[in-house]
């Protein structure tokens, strides 16, 4: 009998029995951490569906009414819809609180949320109600003047903007620069000021105030410029230096140029003058030298950085879209390949 168990003593024996126990662990260790994964991943999903779909507005009021959830998680909850570009649901949770709140403190501030919301989404004219029912109620409420000046400007009511101005000034806010930017606006958008009559009053207002340089010397490079050449603040270059590099061969001033070390790089790097053989910039200087070398397969775009935010847009603007900061804006060159455009035909 001792002879017919000799062989299970065998070490050899015990080795295998080991690693096949470790194999049947990891076998069943790997399949229980799927299933674990799996299950995770399914609670996650019912979890999240249950802020995918609002409540009916019904079931909404119910909710907010009952008291189950408090005010302040309601808001932020909409506050999240709104950071997602989910303005709908925003919008209809500001709605039904303000429905049910009393305090006309809390109210004001969720209808300035409502408005802002609004604005945000494009509803104009939604927003302009939503801030003048806010300053009938409370006149000295300075975020929502704000509001509606930019609702006036992005509908081109300029006069009514600048009258938004007045009651600004006297809650003491600084408004020198969008009294100067809305003006400006105006007057650019009025059709009965000939584009002649635009430019003087841009170069009469620059040498005065020299702020705007963006929006003013960007109408003059397109209209006049002779005009813009002969006025421009040559410290200033590399604040419009995408406009100068859009610039055709027949619009430059050569004279202005060979006498300013950045125009210098600038245009040799885009290969109309040969006037510098390096830049202190770091894109200038590599454009500068392949085409030294003979490579003329690089080019140049631009990225637009608002000084007071530091957002990054790939357009250019006057006010910025997140800040809403007038004349912050500084462009950024970024080194990209040339693309050449074929002339294709389908005869």
């Keep these: 009998m001792d002879a017919l168990f000799i062989e299970y003593r065998d070490p050899l024996f015990g080795i295998i029995v080991f690693f096949v126990l470790v194999f049947i662990i990891a076998f069943f260790s790997y399949w229980w951490g799927r299933f674990k994964v799996?299950?995770?991943?399914?609670?996650?999903?019912?979890?999240i569906k249950q802020f995918h779909t609002l409540p009916t507005e019904e079931e909404l009021k119910a909710l907010i009414s009952?008291?189950?959830?408090?005010?302040?998680?309601?808001i932020l909850l909409a506050h999240a819809y709104y950071q997602n570009g989910d303005f709908e649901k925003s919008i209809e949770i500001y709605q039904t609180l303000i429905e049910q709140q009393k305090d006309p403190q809390k109210r004001r501030d969720t209808l300035f949320l409502l408005g802002q919301t609004y604005f945000k989404a494009g509803f104009l004219e939604r927003a302009r109600t939503i801030f003048l029912q806010i300053l009938q109620q409370f006149p000295?409420?300075?975020?929502?003047?704000?509001?509606?000046?930019?609702?006036?400007?992005q509908l081109r009511e300029y006069s009514?903007?600048?009258?938004?101005?007045?009651?600004?000034?006297?809650?003491?806010?600084?408004?020198?620069?969008?009294?100067?930017?809305?003006?400006?606006?105006?007057?650019l958008?009025?059709?009965?000021?000939?584009?002649?009559?635009?430019?003087?009053?841009?170069?009469a207002l620059y040498e005065k105030q020299h702020n705007l340089t963006y929006l003013i010397f960007e109408y003059l490079f397109v209209h006049h410029t002779a005009l813009a050449w002969r006025h421009l603040d040559q410290s200033q270059c590399d604040t419009i230096s995408d406009l100068l590099w859009r610039l055709g061969a027949e619009q430059l001033d050569l004279d202005i140029i060979s006498k300013n070390g950045y125009l210098r790089e600038l245009f040799?790097?885009?290969?109309?003058?040969?006037?510098?053989?390096?830049?202190?910039?770091?894109?200038?200087?590599i454009m500068i030298r392949l085409r030294k070398s003979g490579f003329t397969g690089a080019a140049l775009q631009f990225e637009y950085l608002c000084?007071?935010?530091?957002q990054v847009f790939p357009f250019a603007f006057n006010?910025?879209?997140n800040c809403y900061a007038i004349d912050s804006v500084r462009s950024e060159m970024i080194l990209t390949k040339e693309i050449f455009e074929k002339n294709l035909s389908f005869q």
């Excluded at 799996?38 to 979890?47: A, G, P, S, V």
């Excluded at 009952?66 to 309601?74: N, P």
């Excluded at 000034?169 to 600084?174: G, I, M």
């Excluded at 040799?268 to 894109?283: M, Q, T, Y």
């Design 38 to 47: 799996q299950e995770d991943h399914r609670y996650l999903d019912r979890f």
């Design 66 to 74: 009952s008291g189950s959830i408090s005010e302040k998680s309601w």
């Design 140 to 153: 000295r409420t300075p975020q929502a003047l704000r509001y509606l000046l930019l609702v006036y400007e």
């Design 160 to 187: 009514k903007a600048l009258e938004v101005l007045e009651p600004l000034d006297e809650l003491d806010s600084d408004t020198a620069k969008d009294r100067l930017y809305l003006e400006c606006m105006a007057m």
């Design 189 to 203: 958008n009025d059709p009965e000021i000939t584009a002649d009559e635009k430019a003087q009053r841009l170069i």
């Design 268 to 285: 040799s790097a885009k290969g109309i003058v040969d006037l510098a053989d390096e830049s202190a910039v770091f894109e200038l200087d």
């Design 307 to 310: 000084n007071d935010c530091k």
């Design 319 to 321: 006010r910025c879209p």
